[in-house]
């Protein structure tokens, strides 16, 4: 009787360790998964970020540009200051490129 007890206990435990397995292997699959989900997500959100940037800067260009007048002196000044402005925005690409 010692014995059929003891097989029928091994069996329980078999089917359990099954199950846990089965659990384990699925827990890791989602695990996978939801890594993969987050590793787009954090792209999407850069991507979002960098335009969101661009914008940003297109508004500050067009703010510039806004304020320059022909007006308030000749075509070289103005020159000058869009020259300028450039050198200026090259070096804030230079140093967001780093």
């Known amino acids: 009787m010692d014995q059929e007890l003891l097989k029928t206990n091994l069996n329980g435990l078999e089917r359990k360790i ?5 659990e384990h292997k699925r827990l890791k699959d989602e695990v996978r998964s939801l890594k993969t989900e987050n590793q787009e997500l954090k792209a ?9 940037d661009h914008f940003k800067n297109q508004i500050k ?17 103005l020159k000058r200051k869009v020259d300028d402005y450039i050198r200026e925005i090259d070096k804030c690409i230079a140093y967001l490129s780093r």
């Open 61 to 77: 260009i067009s703010k510039i540009v806004d304020n320059i007048s022909p007006e308030d002196g000749s075509v070289s000044e």
């Open 18 to 22: 099954a199950v846990l397995i089965n």
């Open 44 to 52: 999407h959100l850069n991507s979002r970020d960098e335009q969101l």
